[in-house]
């Protein structure tokens, strides 16, 4: 069948038709009586009507920066530690060093690039999470409005800026929000190339899955359903063949273009990088992603206002827009599927599903009619991002216990952490100078945190013996400083934090009882702490007499 005749991406489309009737903005290709219909060009919109389009764009995305942004300043928790201590090595040297974390290298390299630019603060280096944030209201937009007419493009991008997830993650120097501005492009390319036929997508598509998978490794499970869709639109498609060839090409030029990391993917996965992981439950997965949308009464409102419109979509499965809410569903379920049997599984994940939901959900509410946007405004009461300043220690109270010992910590001291994870962490708020030691005896490099095999080697950990031959070395007047998380027992808790919790108990008897050791100081977590709450403790060395003394 010869390819119909489209609509450029950006031109003005009719607006769609409620739950009651067809769609009528010529983006969808719905057939009529097993036929598609004839695409018709239409005139390019109005400089005036661009014009506000772009007015309210722009006053969006400000709109969303200010809100977001003003958690800029919130002090960075453990894996922001991680993160800004590999970014911290030379551009050259992050691959290799993260064959011992565990991720793959895109976003270290910028922020790399972002930190020899504006500095490594809290606010400086949110802010390069914030800047890929805010970028996810545009690519919403054209993703919405280019597949499926102009007001499916501005609920996707209304969605975006009320997202709650998306929000949060503007705020962490971690990856989340850049996954989430991938996977809008990566599924709007998609959708084009594989579900409309639209072959000059193809090379995008490539492009921003590739991006994607050197992102996040869930950036692999997005590719995995991503190629089941494709097999979905092969099989419902008019061309089977072209479809296959096209499939063929673009997963094959993603597999070419990452297999340069693929020997660094296999070290990390034959060295278990993930001791904290476990398999969710279901009422997890369930709870997560609601959570991601606002909690229980706000995935109720976007559902009750796109619900409808979506179902009218789905039982005219002949049609093209069928087939693309098929595709945008059926991509998150493989992915949740694989977060599930991997067991490698966080909220903070999640990202990747939400990027595909808002697309849903977005279309569903521009053909939901009055309902659909009174559902909206009250998503927008919900889940308006006006609650995102917080307390500088909301996630992690690091820099407060660091700020408390750091008079006192220099050359020659002793930090101890027996969650080895935290130092990259402590050390970027402590000065220079100490030696830092885990349960296992001493960290060599604390920028990086090594993740391999981890869970044996804490295991075979022992603070009681490797802890007393390093008091030893240390000089009379050095500090000993000891910072543990809080981590109540519970059956929440996976055998690697249970260990950690172990060993800060053995740890504290081990300082306390050493009769070379006086205590100087006492730092208790506030309420509150999101991730991760620390106690800390700063010992002196007064002597070198015997190293311990009766409890």
Not at 229 to 252: H, Q
Not at 303 to 318: E, T
Not at 365 to 374: D, F, I, K, P, V
Request: overall charge negative; charged content about 15%.
């Amino acid at each position: 069948m010869a390819e119909v005749t489209e609509q450029t991406d950006l031109q003005v489309a009719a607006e769609p038709a409620t739950v009651n009737g067809p769609a009528s903005n010529g983006h969808d290709g719905d057939t009529t009586a097993g036929h598609e219909t004839s695409l018709t060009r239409r005139a390019p919109r109005l400089p005036r009507e661009a014009a506000r389009d772009i007015v309210a764009l722009g006053g969006l995305m400000v709109l969303a920066g200010f809100l977001w942004g003003r958690g800029r300043g919130v002090w960075f928790w453990i894996d922001e530690g991680i993160a800004v201590g590999i970014a911290s090595l030379p551009l050259a040297d992050i691959p290799a060093s993260l064959r011992l974390d565990g991720a793959p290298p895109l976003y270290y390299v910028l922020l790399n690039v972002w930190m020899s630019a504006f500095g490594t603060s809290e606010a400086a280096t949110h802010t390069l999470s914030l800047l890929f944030a805010v970028l996810v209201l545009p690519a919403a937009l054209w993703a919405g409005w280019s597949l499926f007419g102009r007001r499916a493009g501005w609920f996707c991008a209304a969605l975006a800026a009320l997202n709650p997830y998306l929000a949060y993650y503007a705020n962490e120097t971690r990856m989340y929000s850049l996954v989430v501005l991938l996977v809008v492009l990566s599924t709007a390319t998609f959708i084009h190339a594989f579900v409309y036929g639209r072959r000059r997508y193809l090379p995008a598509f490539v492009v921003a899955l590739t991006l994607l998978a050197y992102t996040h490794s869930w950036g692999l499970l997005f590719g995995m359903g991503a190629g089941v869709a494709a097999a979905v639109c092969a099989l419902a498609g008019p061309d089977r063949r072209r479809s296959v060839i096209d499939a063929v090409l673009a997963f094959g030029a993603v597999a070419v273009l990452y297999l340069p990391w693929v020997p660094t993917l296999l070290y990390q996965l034959a060295h278990d990088p993930n001791p904290w992981a476990r398999r969710p439950t279901l009422i997890q997965i369930r709870d997560d992603v609601v959570f991601s949308f606002g909690g229980f009464e706000a995935m109720v409102a976007v559902g009750v206002g796109a619900f409808a419109a979506l179902v009218a979509i789905l039982k005219r499965p002949s049609s093209r827009t069928a087939l693309a809410v098929a595709c945008m569903l059926a991509i998150p379920a493989v992915v949740l599927a694989g977060g599930w049997l991997s067991k490698v599984w966080a909220y903070r994940y999640l990202g990747v599903v939400v990027a595909l939901l808002l697309l849903v959900f977005g279309l569903g509410l521009a053909r939901g009619g009055s309902l659909a946007t009174g559902m909206l405004v009250l998503t927008a009461v919900l889940t308006a991002p006006i609650g995102v300043k917080v307390p500088p220690y909301q996630k992690s109270n690091a820099r407060e216990v660091a700020e408390a010992a750091a008079p006192e910590l220099g050359q020659g001291d002793l930090v101890v952490s027996p969650d080895y994870s935290q130092i990259p962490l402590l050390s970027y708020y402590l000065p220079s100078g100490p030696t830092y030691a885990g349960a296992h005896g001493t960290v060599d490099d604390v920028r990086v945190t090594d993740w391999r095999n981890s869970l044996e080697r804490m295991r075979q950990s022992d603070p009681s013996a490797s802890l007393p031959p390093i008091i030893d070395q240390l000089e009379v007047g050095a500090n000993v400083l000891l910072m543990c998380p809080q981590l109540e027992s519970g059956p929440e808790l996976v055998e690697f934090h249970d260990l950690v919790r172990q060993y800060c108990k053995e740890t504290q008897a081990v300082l306390r009882n050493d009769a070379r050791l006086a205590l100087q100081l006492s730092v208790e977590a506030p309420e509150g702490i999101t991730h991760t709450p620390f106690d800390g403790d700063l010992y002196v060395k007064e002597s070198d007499g015997p190293g311990s003394s009766a409890g």
